[in-house]
């Protein structure tokens, strides 16, 4: 059973696919890949929650010149404060800390005395606490812990204005596989969506130091047709014209699920 302190610092190196290049243009022979769970937890959570994150020193700054990837740059660093609490971000201008990976991916990664934060364009954060917040009560503890946690690190409304909370669809005790380790899944109140509507639940994983949080977002077309198919009635052609022929499934599955390229290459180390 490996301690939440090692999960949190635990690397991988993989040589990127022969397509990958880095921002502004040049190849790239190596990515580095960082992973803040062990391996048999990662097998336990959704895959948003369990990718891997692009090491810092594979990452590069915005490339000057790049306007779309500017103006994506700027939007992430405008959002940062919407989703994080302001006593885990840098003081500052927020878009310094935003860096580019290989593949073209706009990432905020900043480091505080409370945390090191890294968010993705999809709103996936990975929070790794300087000191971990001490656990007890045993799975019961280790759920409240999560929903604390989540409190504690996200600015975004985990509640409606009436106060009905977000309710939990699906939670896994994993204190077994690591210390203090939980994984859930919340749903918004009903009747809304998180961050403004765009994401329909909430996944989160904690452990005292390593909080990870994905969203899954709302896909009205994939979510109509699966009603029709659930009520027994066959998919109607027009539906999935509308559909772009499983073009929002694929999208979704794609925007799941990014191409790190194909690993031929593995070590353990320290980021």
């Given at each position: 059973m490996a301690g939440a302190g090692a999960a949190a610092g635990k690397a991988a190196a993989a040589a990127a696919s022969p397509g990958a290049r880095e921002a502004g243009g040049?190849?790239?022979?190596?990515?580095?890949?960082?992973?803040?769970?062990?391996?048999?937890?990662?097998?336990?959570?959704?895959?948003?929650?369990?990718r891997p994150w692009v090491a810092e020193e594979s990452l590069r700054p915005v490339p000057p010149g790049d306007r779309a990837l500017?103006?994506?740059?700027?939007?992430?660093?405008?959002?940062?404060?919407?989703?994080?609490?302001?006593?885990?971000?840098?003081e500052g201008d927020l878009l310094a800390h935003v860096r580019v990976d290989p593949f073209g991916r706009a990432q905020f990664?900043?480091?505080?005395?409370?945390?090191?934060?890294?968010?993705?364009?999809?709103?996936?954060?990975?929070?790794?606490?300087?000191?971990?917040v001490p656990i007890?009560?045993?799975?019961?503890?280790?759920?409240?812990?999560?929903?604390?946690?989540?409190?504690?690190?996200?600015?975004?409304?985990?509640?409606?204005?009436?106060?009905?909370?977000?309710s939990l669809r699906k939670s896994v005790d994993l204190g077994d596989l690591e210390r203090d380790a939980v994984f859930a899944i919340f749903d918004p109140p009903y009747g809304q969506g998180f961050v403004?509507?765009?994401?329909?639940?909430?996944?989160?994983?904690?452990?005292?130091?390593?909080?990870?949080?994905?969203?899954e977002p709302i896909v009205y077309v994939a979510?109509?047709?699966?009603?029709?198919?659930?009520?027994?009635?066959?998919?109607?052609?027009?539906?999935?014209s509308e559909a772009g022929g499983g073009a929002s499934e694929a999208a979704a599955a794609a925007y799941a699920h990014p191409k790190w390229g194909a690993p031929e290459t593995v070590r353990k180390g320290v980021s």
């Open positions: 040049r190849a790239s022979a190596e990515v580095r890949f960082v992973e803040y769970v062990d391996p048999d937890v990662r097998r336990a959570l959704t895959p948003r929650l369990a500017w103006a994506r740059a700027r939007a992430l660093a405008d959002a940062v404060p919407a989703l994080l609490r302001a006593e885990l971000l840098p990664v900043a480091s505080t005395a409370a945390a090191k934060v890294r968010v993705a364009e999809d709103f996936a954060a990975a929070i790794v606490r300087r000191r971990p007890e009560g045993g799975a019961v503890g280790r759920g409240a812990a999560l929903r604390q946690g989540l409190r504690a690190a996200l600015a975004i409304p985990l509640a409606s204005a009436d106060r009905k909370p977000m403004g509507g765009r994401f329909e639940s909430l996944q989160a994983f904690g452990n005292g130091k390593v909080l990870l949080v994905a969203f979510r109509a047709l699966g009603a029709i198919e659930g009520a027994g009635a066959a998919r109607p052609a027009e539906a999935a």
